[in-house]
Every structure is written in structure tokens, then in C-alpha cells.
DNA sequence: CCACACTATTTAA
DNA sequence: TTAAATAGTGTGG
């Protein structure tokens, strides 16, 4: 797949650790970065925007600050994955129903799609979810307990993983 | 074609 | 026993 993708609007999300990056396609969130890589890309603004979007920022912004905390996110905007392909959506699909707190192997996550050797294809669709935090990618370790790896710097995943687990029931 | 955020298996020491 | 090579997988360069 290798189809470009517009953005109505490019927001800030101001937290404890930075200024994360939203953009906004018509259909939703389409994309969200981490304060290091969203730096690179200088944020755009967002104008009088008579679209959801305003709406979608708020909730996405809620969303992070309680992702950051590790702790369930209440209400998550809409996501638009129209740029994944149909495996990449069924990895993102598993990812969302994995419970605050709990961790999954990649090996685990493809049985759970039925693929059970495509461990490595299930790293690839992590890495390319567009979206992370809201779709817990950070929750997909190695098998034998290593971290894996993270698209926006291993050290996110520690940080998250250790403040999920350190509310785990 | 090759390289990966993988991993179970096999093969060698 | 432990260590290294390998096959199987989907996607992107």
C-alpha cells in the first residue's frame, strides 16, 4: 500500500513530557508523534476549523495525558486507518483490546490472528501503526521478555509499560 | 531482492 | 548444556 494521505489540520498536544503531534484526516486521527519526532516536523496550525476536528483534538489530547499516566483512556477519537493494509488492521484491532496493565507477545498476537508464525509480520504492522499510544503498540513485548522495539524510542515503551504495570491489579 | 519491533526449531560444539 | 543458523510471514524500500 502506498497511499498518501491528506490532512486537514496538524495540532499540539501539550503534556508533562513534551508537545506531541496530531493530524487530522477527514475521517479522523490519522497520525500521532512524539514529541522528539514531532520537533523534526514543526507543527501547522489549525485555524477556524468548522470540522470535527476540534472536537477529535480534545478527546485525543485526554486520551494522551491518560495514556502518559498510564492509565485507561476514558474516549478516544476517531481513527482513521485507511492507510493500513487489511493485516495491519487486524493487528491494530488485537492491540486496542489488550487491557491497560497487561502485555502480549508478538508470537501470541499472531496465534490470536490466526498466523501463528507471522510473529515478525505482526512487528512490521506495529511499527507502522500511525497511531501510537491510543493503539497500544507499546504493549507487544518479545517473547522470551525482551522489550521489542518502538518506533518512537524504546525509552517511551519502558516509561509507559512501567507506569501501566505499576497500577496493575 | 533484501531487511525488519519475531520466534520455534534445528544443528553444531 | 549453550550458541548459532534458519524457515516462515507481511510490508516496504
Not at 490519522?30 to 520537533?39: G, Q, Y
Amino acid at each position: 500500500m502506498k497511499n498518501k494521505q491528506t490532512f486537514v489540520a496538524t495540532l499540539k498536544i501539550k503534556t508533562d513530557e513534551g508537545d506531541f503531534l496530531a493530524r487530522y484526516s477527514p475521517a479522523g486521527l490519522a497520525r500521532l508523534d512524539f514529541p522528539e519526532a514531532a520537533s523534526r516536523k514543526s507543527g501547522v496550525g489549525s485555524k477556524g476549523l468548522a470540522t470535527p476536528v476540534r472536537r477529535w483534538h480534545e478527546l485525543t489530547t485526554r486520551a494522551v495525558r491518560l495514556a502518559l499516566q498510564g492509565r485507561p483512556m476514558a474516549a478516544k477519537p476517531p481513527v482513521d486507518l485507511s492507510h493500513g493494509t487489511a493485516f495491519q488492521r487486524k493487528v491494530w484491532a488485537a492491540l486496542l483490546a489488550i487491557p491497560s496493565g497487561q502485555t502480549k507477545t508478538y508470537a501470541r498476537l499472531a496465534a490470536s490472528l490466526k498466523k501463528p508464525k507471522a510473529a515478525r509480520a505482526v512487528g512490521g504492522a506495529c511499527g507502522a501503526n500511525p497511531v501510537p499510544l491510543l493503539i497500544p503498540c507499546h504493549r507487544v513485548v518479545a517473547a522470551h521478555g525482551g522489550l521489542g522495539g518502538f518506533s518512537g524510542g524504546l525509552h517511551w515503551k519502558r516509561k509507559l509499560l512501567g507506569r501501566e504495570q505499576a497500577r496493575r491489579q
